[in-house]
């Protein structure tokens, strides 16, 4: 593809411009297909799957089934009053009623009260509440959820105040209110894009094309998860990233394609000859854009939590979804339009325009060259500042500490948070989730002993025999806090260090120890997929561009933007600065799968811009061989619609931020960071300062290389034999 590179993409947009009838109508039909069966797909995907199913919790867990049978809480049940005792009639009565039908429940296998055991973990210490353990009959997440729900009206208590909590209830609570923002956030969003889109385009038709390309590619992936779905579960949580990277992608694509092809119109090129240009230059930057995001969501693949797999699976199949939408039913649509693109034009009194109704368009004059060149003759000034800045803005990050998800990421108020601290501030020894040790192959004699040992634990406060059956023994440890603290954590780690019963084998799981797990899991395979992040980065980057130095850069620039994103995300959510602002309960830690996400999801955004940039660079490069030149016009030509590709996105998430869940307000807050600083500090400021620092020295590549370029190389500009020459001279 590559001295034919061009000629790919100018072929390509003569076919849509021959084609466009057919491809719009295949774009109808997709739609159509997308709207009803693709729709289908939310009651085919999965919950949960936040477990590594090769983890030692994972293990406990199915051995203790097979061995035990079903243990542990699904559901915890707490009743209280605030005028009698558990013991007397008024409270005993009622709640007794309601556990003899709850036994009675097919959903039901057991349900434990402090009546049947007298345990004291299970009564208040003053004696007005109690609560009982309810085992659900399903075995997998999504059985357990929809038992509970068709239980949960039959746990209401006349004459005491019900309320449910436990594992099932929590994750059920956290579901529902996750899907609740994010569908909050699309409704305030869309109005939002098509008036700043109106501002932005000045017409109502220019505007529109962005939206119906986001509404394609989110019908188009939904299609693509479903069918992904029909061979591997998918978790629900695929569907979030689709709206948020569907929407946003194709938004950005349609903006940089509609906006290069109002400006063919503008040079005075006819309908089929701006369509040809804009795919030769805008269409090759979709590509590579698309192409390098998607690997960028790829790198959740090599997680084997089901839930960030799925994430990576809906976020491939949202990007790649809108780029296609952007590189065939968008030009389609233009060659239908043509110059009607501008069509139906709101009055914009700011907006200057060229005789022919298009806004004027100064290459060289404008505010973005101007911008460009006051750093350019300043570049090490500039670079130092905006660099300090980044690095001051990035420190917190250095003292970063993870931990588990737990009930404090609801709302305040949430029934399943208030279950959780009641039970640990008014219940001896009151958690929700003890440590599950299980002991195979012991008798109960070589138990006891081993039970001993961990009762000399540092942080244990108990431990008892929930089940046994031969040589199988589970034991249950509680401590105090909850089960994301350093103390449940602790208790993990020693429990898994202490020698085992002689010719006995110990698993230690429970929710403290799969969120044990799940750090370990993501720390271990974190670096694995940085290091498929950049690769694939520079791969793709060297291809679009012939430089080694330009990808490198590009990578160094990626993680300034999202270094300054992770560094504000510990000050606010890990230390809680804006806590009461933003409505959070700060933990102390951060749930390490939300930056993980977020860094899938911003390093693929960055290198967004930065293509964006830089294609525009790299023509006014190969036309006029002046590095200065080059990047003043290539900002200009670029930086309004980098900028104003960052707002829509901004307006995209910035839902996010308002959610009720901390993990979601977490994500909304950290990407409008990142977005705010990789489109102003980084792509404005300190990517032409480098630029010009480097010089000639941007376009470099070793003779081989420039070689694989030349031949294999996604090149756009028209310039062509210039651009030979220069390359040719500068690689070796």
């Not at 860094?599 to 940039?613: C, I, P, R, S």
């Amino acid at each position: 593809m590559g001295t034919g590179g061009v000629r790919v993409f100018g072929w390509w947009g003569r076919t849509v411009v021959r084609l466009r009838w057919a491809v719009l109508a295949g774009a109808v039909l997709l739609a159509v297909i997308g709207a009803t069966w693709g729709a289908g797909v939310f009651g085919q995907l999965t919950g949960g799957g936040y477990d590594d199913p090769a983890s030692e919790s994972t293990r406990a867990h199915e051995r203790i089934s097979a061995e035990l049978g079903p243990q542990g809480a699904d559901v915890i049940v707490l009743w209280s009053s605030d005028t009698a005792t558990a013991d007397q009639p008024a409270f005993r009565d009622p709640v007794a009623a309601t556990v003899a039908r709850l036994r009675e429940r097919p959903e039901v296998t057991t349900v434990t009260t402090w009546y049947d055991t007298r345990a004291p973990a299970l009564l208040a210490g003053d004696r007005r509440a109690t609560y009982a353990l309810v085992q659900l009959r399903p075995t997998d997440e999504d059985g357990k959820t929809a038992a509970y729900r068709a239980l949960r009206p039959a746990l209401d208590t006349p004459g005491v105040r019900t309320q449910a909590g436990g594992n099932v209830p929590f994750l059920e609570e956290a579901n529902t209110r996750t899907t609740e923002d994010i569908t909050r956030a699309e409704l305030i969003s869309m109005p939002v894009l098509l008036v700043l889109l109106v501002l932005i385009f000045g017409g109502l038709v220019a505007a529109s094309t962005p939206l119906l390309i986001g509404g394609l590619a989110i019908l188009g992936a939904f299609v693509a998860v479903r069918l992904v779905n029909l061979f591997t579960d998918v978790s629900i949580f695929a569907i979030n990233v689709i709206t948020l990277i569907g929407l946003g992608m194709a938004v950005d694509y349609a903006l940089f394609v509609v906006s290069r092809f109002r400006e063919e119109l503008a040079a005075g090129h006819g309908t089929a000859d701006a369509i040809r240009h804009t795919m030769a230059t805008a269409g090759r930057t979709v590509l590579v854009s698309g192409l390098t995001i998607a690997l960028a969501m790829a790198s959740l693949l090599i997680f084997p939590q089901p839930f960030l797999r799925s994430m990576g699976l809906g976020g491939m199949a949202a990007v790649l979804v809108a780029m296609l939408a952007a590189l065939t039913v968008l030009p389609a649509l233009l060659a239908v339009l043509g110059p009607r693109i501008d069509a139906v034009r709101v009055p914009l009194p700011w907006r200057r325009r060229t005789a022919g109704g298009r806004p004027a368009a100064a290459a060289e004059g404008g505010a973005w060259a101007r911008i460009a060149r006051s750093v350019m003759r300043r570049p090490v000034r500039y670079l130092v500042a905006v660099a300090l800045l980044l690095a001051v803005l990035a420190l917190p990050f250095l003292r970063i500490t993870f931990g588990g998800f737990d009930e404090r990421v609801l709302p305040a108020g949430a029934e399943p948070r208030v279950v959780s601290e009641r039970i640990a501030a008014e219940f001896p020894g009151g958690t929700i989730a003890p440590v599950e040790v299980l002991i195979s192959g012991a008798p109960a004699a070589a138990v006891r002993p081993f039970a001993d040992r961990i009762a000399q634990v540092p942080g244990v406060t108990g431990v008892g025999v929930a089940a046994n059956r031969g040589e199988s023994t589970l034991l249950t440890v509680t401590y105090p806090g909850e089960p994301t603290g350093d103390v449940a954590q602790g208790v993990v780690r020693a429990v898994r260090a202490l020698p085992a019963p002689t010719g006995a084998e110990v698993l230690v799981g429970g929710r403290p120890g799969a969120d044990r797990d799940l750090l370990d899991s993501l720390g271990a395979r974190l670096p694995w997929m940085a290091l498929l992040m950049a690769a694939a980065t520079l791969l793709l980057l060297f291809l679009a561009f012939g430089s080694v130095v330009l990808p490198v850069k590009a990578v160094l620039m990626n993680l300034l933007s999202i270094g300054a994103s992770f560094g504000v995300v510990v000050w606010i959510f890990q230390d809680g600065h804006l806590a009461d602002l933003l409505g959070f309960t700060p933990t102390g830690f951060i749930e390490p799968s939300n930056p993980i996400l977020m860094l899938a999801v911003l390093f693929g955004l960055a290198t967004d811009y930065e293509v964006f940039l830089l294609s525009r660079v790299r023509e006014e490069w190969d036309r006029i061989g002046d590095n200065t030149a080059a990047v003043a016009a290539g900002l200009q030509h670029t930086g309004r619609i980098i900028t104003a590709a960052a707002l829509l996105l901004i307006v995209v998430v910035a839902g996010f931020a308002t959610g009720g869940m901390a993990y979601i307000k977490l994500i909304g807050v950290g990407m409008i960071v990142a977005i705010v600083v990789d489109a102003t500090l980084v792509r404005a400021l300190l990517v032409p300062a480098t630029m010009r620092l480097l010089g000639r020295w941007n376009w470099w590549a070793p003779g081989p290389l420039g070689r694989v370029y030349r031949r294999y190389g996604l090149r756009e500009s028209a310039g062509r034999a210039a651009e030979e020459t220069r390359h040719s001279a500068f690689t070796g």
